[in-house]
């Protein structure tokens, strides 16, 4: 958190644009996380195969445990819902169906998982009309899918594993200059927008920790922020990582900002 000289405009304060969690004062949020697993997947028997016209196809044993369950089916299993879906964020929860409901299923709903292949899949991939980095989560909560197959020895392998799939941004996010962040507050004078920009710009916290902050996450004596919660369409609850915890300076000036926006009745959060 640093303070910059007093502006022309009464805010005294230069946005943070980047935070410890990398955080930017933008004009259009992207998003993104994901896990991925390091485990190898192997090659399909017989030869190498066209891509685009065979990788779906499988001489496999018709009585294998694999065939016996497509992809739609497995996700409504009990399994996949107690077992994995539960045990994760509810933001992560929402992000990881709205995937599988809105691609993976209708594209891969049908096939039984032993006839998933990797190339096919990479293909697919490619065609997708999402930008990089949501092709990225979605290949990887294909992952997390196949590796809850492979661990309840439904497949013997994660076809996914070997799906190449990169995330780079198409253009550079485009930041808040600290001239062009007090040019907007000069135009941005109605409350509790005022406060909810600078609050924004100096902060960088993600929109749904913004969202769930209160007047008890302040220390005041001590000048500092702690992030206790994080609230997405209207559920509450924790922060992605310990990191996000870590308490955050605030400067004189925006401690000022706080105790003018409390004094005027207003809510944190």
Sequence with gaps: MRAGNQGSHGSGLHPRTAWNSGVDLRRRNLGDLVTR?????????????????????????????ADARNLAELLRTNQVKEVEMDRL??????????????????????????????????????????????????????????????????????????????????????VLTPQEFHALLAELTTEPYRTMVILAGCLGLARSEFVGLKWTDINWDAAVLSVQRGVVHCHVGNPKTLARRKPIPLAPQLLTVLREH???????G
């Excluded at 399909?44 to 891509?51: E, F, S």
Aim: glycine letters at 10%; one cysteine or more.
């Design 89 to 174: 964020a509810y933001a992560t929860r929402k992000s990881y169906t709205t995937y599988l409901r809105g691609w993976a299923v209708p594209k891969w709903g049908k096939h039984t998982l032993g006839h998933v292949r990797t190339m096919a899949v990479e293909q697919w991939l490619r065609d997708v009309t999402l930008a990089p980095k949501s092709k990225l989560h979605l290949r990887n909560v294909l992952h997390v899918l196949f590796e809850c197959a492979a661990r309840w020895e439904l497949v013997g392998q994660n076809p996914i594993t070997r799906v190449r799939q990169g995330g780079a941004r198409r253009a550079e996010p485009d």
């Design 262 to 268: 409390r004094e005027r009745g207003g809510v944190c």
């Design 37 to 65: 697993s390091a485990k190898a997947s192997c090659q399909p028997a017989g030869g190498v195969r066209d891509p685009r016209k065979n990788a779906l196809l499988r001489d496999g044993n018709q009585n294998d445990r």
